[in-house]
């Protein structure tokens, strides 16, 4: 017993520690990114910059791009990261991601047809992003109509349901690709390929409400989230009212991932990566990993975006083929490394 | 025409020639789509078409301002022209039919064979070529754009087939007009190819606008070049080699910021765009970002 307890404050010490540091680290990131660019800003310059007091592109560059850009990267990467972990625990699948239930592939549809056809029909401001929401939304309904029966919403039928959305709206986006021409196929691609590069102050404010609405709904039920992951039966067992608690964790999920990838695209990896890179460190209760995941993932996006906008200058790589080849042998590496960490305390 | 010095004069070289016996030898730019990749690849037509099909708006305008200026007519006014351009363009792809009608204001009439993009083009070529009459050859105008943004899988068999097929009635031209020079030079083509005698007179009438247009900038003895950024339909820079960041260098002495990218498909950072400052930004409407991230400005 009194081992037990033992190690139940070693893994809260650590996760305390974890959370501080993964903190700092964020700050310091988000302030070293700042810097960072495919244009060469001295360092007095930058913070010339932030006080308003360089030129006016100088200024531009350093308030209107970078910082913004910088803030997107950092709620979308809380976002998706947050969204993994839900995922993985619901579905009691390590290899749940946010894609999982079609919400992903629902956007990048949405999306496609607003630049196929959408602009020349309805000319709206933010109509991309606007598409990608309500496809997410859709789909999201979708999901869960298909997979509702009478006896109540079975995981497996939702996690199938998920599957076969995805594949018919990827369909249908290859579909769209296929007849178009090929500016609108660059820009379907591009936006697909994942990207902050359109993100701006306006960005922000249109995912930051999501993203805290979905936080919230998903941190408020990270004790019945522990109790799930041990086993529906169980936590029913336990007082849990799964059903409601499952409905508010896949609406949280939804409105995070829908969020993030109207904004940016499909960006890949982030979702799966992140929580068991912090699982290896606090554990697997969602009281503390829900936070080091929000964490986690805005340190993470930021370092990926940064890379993408300045690996190769004048260009700037989309961010989702970063995280993915970056992201992909990490991930191998810290299975290997930590094999038995993952799924135990 | 003579006063204008021979450097200051727009020189173009020439891509169609006529032949004594009344045949035509005319340069293609006949695109890497059909295994050609060579500006100097030459078709040889047999006598002058006078009828052809159009795949871009632009080449019916060029046609239209030729007609135009040998009728002595204006853009409002001009039955003559208009009538004679019906008789030379019969057919071209819906979506020439409305550009045509929405960015030129030309109306295209009923009885214009209007067709899909992506439509067999071997069943349509083999129907032109059975309206046209015994003596009658028909040309069909293309870009390489054209063939990209179709479906129709236009290759090098593709074309000899159909010109085989068809008897030789119906013939491929591929145009590129990347620089002034070119789109000087195609115009002369698509003039000469259709008979319009006054296609000369025209083109010398353009050189000499442009001269003047030309000598009063230079006579503007700005401090520097004035920047400029062109923006694609698909959002990425223009770079050099490709006509609308070459108009605006070569006839208004621009400096495009992204010259040194050489192709259409460059992406430029807006950190870059922003650091370079450009006097003036020039973007399609076509993407639903606001004006003030077009212009790269503050949100307001």
Partial sequence: MNHLISVDRKIKRRAVVGLIVTFALMV??????????????????????????????????VKEIRIPRLICAAIVGASLSLSGMCMQALFKNPMASPSILGISSGAAFGAALYIAVGYGVFQITYGTTIFAFIMSGITMLLVYGLAYQKRGTHTIMLLLSGMAINALFSGL????????????????????????????????????????????????????????????????????????????????????????????????????????????????DHKYLGPMCILGGALFMMLFDTIARSLMPPYELPVGIITSIIGAPFFMYIMRKREKDIWSV | MDDITAGSALNFDSCVTVNPDGSLEVGTFNSSSTGKTGPNATTTIDSIPEKCVCYTAAYVDTIYNILCAKFDETKNNSPLATAKLWEIVVGMPADCKTALERDFSIDVPEGILIFDLGENLMTYSQQLADECGE?????????????????????????????????????????????????????EMIGTLLGIDNTQDFIENIQIKIHVMKDAISKMQLESKKKVYVETAAGKAAGSENLIT????????????????????????????VSEKPD?????????????????????
């Fill in chain 1, 28 to 61: 310091t990131v988000f302030f070293t990114c700042i810097f960072v660019g495919s244009v060469d800003l001295d360092f007095e310059i930058v913070i010339d910059a932030m006080m308003g007091r360089a030129s006016w592109s100088q200024n531009y560059i």
């Fill in chain 1, 173 to 284: 986006t290859s579909t769209i690709e296929f007849f178009s021409d090929a500016d609108t196929v660059s820009s379907i691609v591009f936006w697909i390929l994942g990207s902050f590069e359109k993100c701006n102050w306006a960005s922000v404010k249109i995912i930051a409400v999501s993203a805290i609405v979905g936080s919230i709904l998903v941190l408020y039920n990270s004790r019945e989230l522990n109790l799930i992951a041990g086993g529906e039966r169980k936590a029913k067992a336990l007082g849990v009212n799964v059903k409601n608690v499952r409905i508010m964790l896949i609406v949280g999920t939804c409105l995070l991932v829908a969020s993030s990838v109207s904004v940016c695209g499909i960006i890949g990896f982030v979702g799966l990566i992140i929580p068991h890179i912090f699982r290896t460190i606090c554990g697997p």
């Fill in chain 2, 135 to 187: 003596d009658e050859n028909i040309v069909i105008l293309m870009t390489e754009y054209n063939i990209r943004s179709t479906n129709a899988k236009i290759t090098e068999s593709t074309v000899q087939t159909i010109e085989s097929n068809t008897g030789g009635k119906v013939k491929f031209v591929f145009v590129l007009s990347n620089s002034l020079s070119m789109v000087m030079s195609n115009t």
């Fill in chain 2, 246 to 273: 070459n108009l605006l260098t070569d006839i208004l002495d621009l400096k495009n910021i992204a010259d040194y990218l050489e192709l259409m498909d460059s992406k430029l950072s807006d950190e870059q765009i």
């Fill in chain 2, 280 to 300: 003036i930004i020039i973007f399609y409407l076509s993407d639903s970002r606001t004006m003030d991230e077009k212009m790269r400005v503050p949100s307001t």
